[in-house]
């Protein structure tokens, strides 16, 4: 009985030091993976809209657009050139998370995928230049209709859900963003 009493003390301690172990490791490396991230975030801006000197985000009213994560402002000596949209989507091996840029001409001026579990081989390509730049240049005056483009063969549901995302960013900027939306 004392043998049993000695053996769970000894595994309770081995359990509170391993907790304590991994609670500290993790405090330790939550700031650097945020500041990462956001790296990550401010540099794909920077790639879908190309001119921008800063990004100012804008703040999302929460409900309204729950596929819209981010939006941010583009801005070069002070002038709005455009907006960027970080957005998800529901893809076939789980979400997909994309950055869209639009520009003040009312064009959408990159597309860069931030994060995607697809199918490797299959609907990961979605995540390749020949697939995603086929969005560069297209007007956002109506959304995108998944049939003008060239989806990844064998990957529709991938493809679709990066159409589907580009159009949640369409949607928030012409419901919020131009002259009849609310935020301008």
Do not use: C, W
Request: no cysteine; net charge negative; charged share 20%.
């Amino acid at each position: 009985m004392q043998d049993n009493l000695l053996t769970g003390l000894k595994l309770l301690l081995i359990t509170a030091i391993a907790t304590f172990a991994l609670a500290l490791t993790q405090m330790i490396t939550e700031e650097p993976i945020r500041i990462q991230a956001e790296k990550a975030s401010d540099e794909a801006r920077a790639v879908v809209l190309k001119n921008a000197e800063e990004f100012v985000s804008l703040e999302i009213t929460e409900g309204s657009h729950p596929n819209i994560l981010e939006a941010h402002e583009g801005r070069m000596s002070n002038n709005v050139i455009g907006y960027t949209f970080k957005t998800i989507s529901r893809g076939y091996g789980g979400d997909i998370i994309i950055i869209v840029g639009i520009d003040d001409n009312g064009r959408i001026s990159g597309v860069r995928i931030a994060q995607q579990t697809e199918t490797p081989g299959l609907g990961a390509k979605v995540a390749e230049p020949r697939f995603y730049e086929q969005y560069n240049g297209k007007s956002v005056e109506n959304p995108i209709d998944e049939n003008d483009l060239s989806a990844v063969s064998g990957a529709t549901v991938s493809s679709n859900a990066v159409t589907d995302a580009v159009n949640y960013a369409i949607d928030y900027y012409q419901s919020e963003l131009t002259s009849g939306g609310g935020n301008q």
